[in-house]
C-alpha cells in the first residue's frame, strides 16, 4: 500500500499526464487549423501517449490497493504565435513533467518505497526520450524555417516521427 503522501504524489501525476494529453491535443487542433497536418497527427499520437503515461500510473495506484484520483482539468491554452511557438511549449511543458516525475521518484526512494521506485524507472527514461525528441524538433524547426517551403518541408518530416515505435516501448531484449 503506498503511503498517504506518496499518494497524493501518485494523483499529482496522473492529473499531470491528463493535462498533458489534453494540451498536446489542443495544440494537434492548432496545426490541424492552421493547415500543419503532419504537426496535428504528430501531437495527437503525442496525446495519446500521454494518456498512457496517465493510465499507466492509474492501473498502479489501483493494484497496490490504494484508490487513483482523477482531479478537474483546466481548459489548456489555444493560441500559439507560431509552430516554433507549439514546440517550446511542450519542450518547457516536457521539461516541467520530469522535474515532477523526479520529485514523486525521490518520494518513493526516501519513503523507501522500492516497488514504486521501481515502477517508476520507466517514466525516468521515457521523460529523457521526451526532452531529447522535442529538443530536436525545435532544432529542426530553427534549421528549416518556417518561410514558404521551410513550413512545409517541416510539417512533412515531423509527420515521419509519428507511428515510430519509442526504445523504451520495445520488449525487454529485443528491438523496436
Avoid at 498533458?20 to 487542433?29: A, D, E, H, I, V
Avoid at 531529447?132 to 515521419?160: H, P
Wanted: hydrophobic share 40%; with cysteine; charged share 25%.
Amino acid at each position: 500500500m503506498l503511503s498517504d503522501a506518496l499518494l497524493t504524489k501518485f494523483n499529482e501525476q496522473i492529473g499531470i499526464e491528463f493535462e498533458s494529453s489534453n494540451l498536446y491535443l489542443q495544440m494537434s487542433s492548432w496545426c490541424g487549423f492552421n493547415g500543419l497536418d503532419g504537426c496535428a497527427a504528430f501531437l495527437r499520437e503525442h496525446s495519446a501517449e500521454e494518456m498512457d503515461h496517465m493510465f499507466r500510473l492509474f492501473d498502479y495506484v489501483n493494484e497496490t490497493g490504494a484508490k487513483a484520483l482523477i482531479p478537474a482539468l483546466s481548459r489548456p491554452r489555444s493560441e500559439f504565435e507560431s509552430i516554433r511557438d507549439v514546440f517550446e511549449t511542450t519542450y518547457k511543458h516536457e521539461q516541467f513533467v520530469t522535474g515532477k516525475i523526479n520529485e514523486l521518484v525521490h518520494a518513493a526512494f526516501t519513503e523507501h518505497d522500492y516497488s514504486a521506485f521501481n515502477f517508476l524507472q520507466w517514466y525516468v527514461a521515457e521523460q529523457h526520450e521526451e526532452e531529447a525528441l522535442f529538443k530536436k524538433v525545435i532544432d529542426l524547426v530553427d534549421m528549416v524555417g518556417t518561410d514558404g517551403q521551410g513550413l512545409f518541408y517541416l510539417d512533412r518530416e515531423i509527420s515521419k516521427v509519428q507511428g515510430s515505435a519509442s526504445p523504451s516501448d520495445a520488449p525487454p531484449g529485443g528491438g523496436a
